[in-house]
């Protein structure tokens, strides 16, 4: 075990050595994240399709419970249950667009070295274009439920329930339930509960209060998650133990043109549509999945219905809801309906990133809205919604309860409807007739290839070197 | 499929070309073997310690359900549900003994290429003194539950339940239940039920009765297995199936000293002494295994003791039986005693390869015996047994029944007994205060890999080119 531990030491040190101008030390979250037993006790696994290219290479490292998907490469780190999904990796030829086109002269890969991602998900492609061929993840940890989106991060710390999304940020440290998606970010420190999206067009900013993330999604002395959110996800994972332990399981009653991850839990009473993707980690019950919707990784959708084309980003939570057609739900997102408190949310909206619905009472929002922020009650909704006709209104800035925004309200709706599109137009939500594939169609007949360390010897706890090629 | 039914029928015509003389065509065997279904259903295995050195390269292979362990390269080979077990090969610095000392230059590593093995056996280190570093099989096909023992193959075919022991074939037919153990043979074709050992010093030979075979290990017109058997090892293949759905299994009771392999059925009632070696495929019930046995892969013990230090070689199939202390059951051999007529064999006996007894009645084999061939009765013994001490006192040669020997019977018996020291050494047998470790020592703690092939596109049944490495 010492050449574990040695690797997970040298990984504080380099990150630290990166954030020490904050005098952060990452070494109390690692020592008190990581169970070394666990460590050597949980298998990696790696998914095969035709449809996508192969390349995994695994050196000393460990990757336990770990799952990786597309072109990759891991290197002197620590992967604990993490999802390393590269299944929107770009492909040679194609071209980025920034301010002069860039073709790619080979497939990219994600590149994890000398980091530690603990039951983090990496997703999407680079959206540096500096290093296109490269998604790149170096000296950095993350913690519990971290989302590390289309974002190369060198020397950073990512808090639990953080996202960076379509980002490259450089020395940083996000903090915990933090939304950043600000392009390029050198030596800063986003506090936490900071939900902050800013381009060349427009900025909006939201700060949840002190007091509500301590409720819902604080960390403790150790650094350790802990509130009502991490709760919420902890009680759940045991559910997800028997999905490990068996190699073949009955596949999900559904359509054709759907997939249901073998990795996801689906409990009694649910349904899927037509095009619907259920990724890995997601987490079904008595769950209406309408044509075209999907629940991407570490989402939960209990008792609710979602009418049809929705996206239920990575780690968005929706219980006793009822989602209207085409409405979005953001990262990280908690709509924590009640049986009698129940959540209803009208058609074409956008509930933002890192949104926390907590009713005492039955909660009704009306279609074509954005949604952001902490609601408890109806009053609630005066502070913490507008609708998109109104946003799109805004030529300059807006300032409602705890949001700023500033730029033109309908380059900032243009912008997000556009990229709701993409979205669904990558997860096969609009497959008709053999066109328009996506993952819904392309993420079937996944072969699933385990991996596990050395248990003995020198060096337990390590994967051996490992390199897949078609 | 296609690229899957193109590497079988390339394989066939290879081996075919090898083999023009004979008149031999392996198509029938092949296409009648083959289910393709099974062979996308199937995973494949690999196992890693920090005892054995690590490597293994898959190429442009099918590998369904097969175990691989020890340094191995496999290209352009559909190997079937079968075992390829490296942890005797030779290693860099050890020196073969021939007519001059040969040292290793590199570690052994069996190569298989352009080859089909379906549930075969592959086990020890190759005896070819030309390729020391390789265990070489190509351009060769393998029927049901053959053993490739320490032997390297070029253009052979061998039938079902052949053994081909410490040799080197070239362009060779092995029929159905064979046993060769001659050096170097080329362009022969092997009767069926032919035991056949020969070296500089003695020669042993006996051959089944056709009526015998017919019974109990035949093919038939598409050159598949029959006879009561192979219908004892289908009947009991299904119990081998759970230990396939489950990832993690409750481990066996077993002494620390002790190894038995996840991948063995152990049924109710089973005893497992120390330093005993229970390996993989495997298959035990109501069994007491005494100090320092072993049960090698695809053998059977069944409502039978072994009493302490017996070898159970690869395929030995031992039912309701009583074998005594130090007492060798060979390879394939078939002791189908039953609850009124059990068979019980004294102590420092020699059970030859691809022996038959199939009683009546009970069956008594005093100690320090040779026993060979087919019994049924009491009467069968005087043809097909001799004690240990008449035989060490041939000279010349000696005809009982149908095995005819000569050279000099202790020549014989002493390389035998030599044998089988080294095979109870080798699995740890003798382990005592840290001393003497062996297999049931060194092969527990093992992880296992799992790897599975593309299930659609171009390369559909084929699995990924897989490299792994300390």
Redesign the interface.
């Known amino acids: 075990m010492d050449q574990l531990k040695q690797l997970n030491d040298r990984i504080i040190s380099r990150v630290n050595i990166n954030l020490e101008e904050f005098g952060f030390d990452t070494e109390s979250f690692v020592k008190n994240s990581l169970e070394y037993d666990k460590m050597l006790k949980f298998?990696a696994f790696y998914g095969?399709?035709?449809?996508h290219p192969?390349y995994f290479h695994f050196k000393k490292s460990n990757l336990a419970g770990s799952y990786f998907f597309g072109k990759c490469y891991v290197g002197r780190s620590t992967i604990y249950k993490s999802d390393i999904r590269g299944d929107e990796l770009k492909r040679k030829g194609d071209t980025i667009r920034c301010s002069k086109n860039i073709p790619l002269v080979e497939d990219e890969t994600i590149t994890i070295k000398d980091s530690l991602l603990y039951k983090t998900l990496v997703h999407s492609n680079s959206h540096n274009p500096e290093s296109p061929e490269e998604f790149g993840i170096r000296n950095t940890i993350s913690a519990h439920y971290a989302n590390i989106h289309g974002s190369t991060l060198e020397g950073c710390f990512l808090g639990p329930f953080a996202t960076v999304d379509l980002m490259n940020l450089h020395s940083c440290i996000v903090g915990e339930f933090s939304y950043v998606q600000t392009g390029e970010l050198f030596h800063r420190k986003i506090d936490p509960g900071t939900v902050w999206i800013r381009n060349h067009n427009f900025e909006f900013k939201y700060k949840f209060e002190k007091e509500i993330l301590d409720d819902f999604v604080g960390v403790n002395s150790l650094y350790q998650p802990r509130g009502i959110i991490y709760d919420f996800v902890k009680e759940r994972e045991q559910d997800y133990e028997k999905l490990?332990?068996?190699?073949?399981l009955e596949p999900i009653d559904a359509p054709a043109t759907s997939a249901v991850s073998r990795y996801a839990v689906v409990l009694s009473k649910t349904h899927i549509g037509e095009n619907v993707l259920v990724a890995q980690s997601a987490f079904l019950d008595n769950a209406v999945m309408g044509d075209g919707s999907n629940a991407q990784e570490n989402s939960y959708i209990i008792h609710s219905t979602l009418v049809g084309l929705n996206v239920t980003a990575h780690g968005g939570k929706i219980i006793h809801s009822n989602i209207g057609f085409e409405t979005f739900v953001g990262f990280n997102s908690f709509l924590n309906g009640k049986p009698d408190a129940t959540i209803d949310i009208g058609e074409g909206c956008i509930v933002m990133p890192h949104t926390i619905i907590d009713p005492d009472v039955p909660i009704k929002i009306p279609g074509e809205h954005l949604i952001w922020g902490f609601i408890r009650s109806e009053d609630d909704l005066r502070n913490n919604t507008i609708s998109l006709d109104k946003l799109a209104d805004v030529r300059d800035s807006l300032r409602i309860g705890r949001m700023v925004f500033s730029g033109k309200g309908s380059v900032f709706i243009d912008g997000f409807k556009r990229r709701i599109s993409q979205i669904l137009l990558a997860n096969g939500a609009l497959f008709n007739n053999g066109e328009k594939r996506g993952h819904a169609q392309d993420d079937q007949?996944?072969?699933?290839?385990?991996?596990?360390?050395?248990?003995?010897?020198?060096?337990?706890g390590l994967y051996?070197?490992?390199?897949?090629?078609?």
Chains 1, 2 share one sequence.
């Open positions: 298998y095969i399709t035709s449809r192969i490990f332990d068996v190699v073949n007949n996944i072969s699933f290839n385990t991996i596990q360390p050395y248990t003995t010897g020198e060096l337990n051996p070197s490992i390199r897949i090629k078609p």
